[in-house]
């Protein structure tokens, strides 16, 4: 992967990013969550959008190398990259998000229209509220211990890592192995998943319902947007963009079959050309 990487000290929160590109609109990717960073989810992207675009991709809080004491939720986030983006003094973006960063994005996108060129949600969050794994996810955030057994499972080899992959992905054997190796990596490491399991706490209801939902909305957002959903998606249904994208003024949608949630990195070839047509 091309470029370099900078570290910006937003409400007290050590940001870590990687920055690519010399030239061109700014372009700022958003990851999601679980074991998830920057590198791993947009490894391919931020080359092939370097070649057109300044690209800047985040970590989020307790996430790859960024640290700090947060609440781990939709509305920090939304505050947070607002401070990164003041940062590194972008103040026209082409936002993308993915997953619980889609959620991060739209949120900035309705606060800050004009402040957003374009904006791309990928199995976004925030664009509905029942979630058909979220009485799970409530359950096991409050269940001293239980996400830290999953993900310490996870990295316990290649064939582990491949089999827990398979609640995210639609065809854990055709992922590459150096994808496997990072997330095997990351869910190895102390505290894996603890940032997350933060953010379901503070996200789901008790009956395991979203409480970030931005659909009643999705109306007044005026900026061209993108929505990019695997069909076989097992965390949020690809329904949700599709009626996001009957709502939204200025909608292009485009839904990826036999795939799952994880689309820049299950079909990353795919996920770019649909993006740079975008752009």
């Known amino acids: 992967m091309t470029g370099g990487t900078g570290v910006r000290t937003v409400e007290g929160t050590r940001i870590a990013y990687r920055r690519a590109g010399a030239a061109g609109p700014p372009v700022v990717l958003l990851h999601g969550g679980g074991v998830d960073d920057a590198t791993l989810s947009w490894r391919h992207a931020i080359d092939e959008l370097a070649e057109t675009h300044r690209v800047y991709a985040p970590d989020w809080p307790g996430y790859g190398d960024s640290v700090g004491d947060v609440t781990h939720s939709t509305e920090s986030y939304v505050s947070l990259l607002e401070g990164f983006l003041e940062s ?18 739209l949120g900035y996108a309705l606060e800050n229209t004009d402040r957003v060129n374009r904006l791309a949600l990928v199995g976004s969050y925030g664009l509905g509220e029942e979630i058909p794994v979220g009485a799970l996810w409530k359950t096991t955030a409050h269940l001293p211990g239980a996400n830290t057994l999953g993900w310490n499972a996870l990295g316990t080899s290649r064939t582990a890592t491949r089999v827990g992959l398979g609640n995210v992905v639609s065809d854990p054997a055709g992922l590459p192995r150096e994808f496997v190796e990072g997330v095997k990596e990351r869910a190895s490491e102390p505290g894996a998943g603890s940032a997350f399991e933060a953010f379901q706490r503070n996200e789901l ?25 695997g069909s076989e998606d097992p965390l949020f249904p690809a329904r949700w963009s599709k009626r996001a994208a009957e709502r939204i003024p200025q909608a292009d949608l485009e839904v990826l079959e036999d795939c799952g949630h994880w689309v820049p990195r299950e079909r990353p070839e795919t996920f770019n050309g649909i993006l740079r047509t975008f752009l």
Request: hydrophobic content about 50%; proline content about 2%.
């Open 88 to 105: 590194i003094d972008v103040d026209d973006a082409i936002l993308v998000g993915l997953s619980m960063g889609g959620a991060a994005a």
């Open 205 to 229: 209801a008790a009956d395991g319902t979203a409480l970030t939902n931005y659909a009643s909305d999705l109306q007044r957002l005026s900026v061209p947007t993108l929505l990019v959903h």
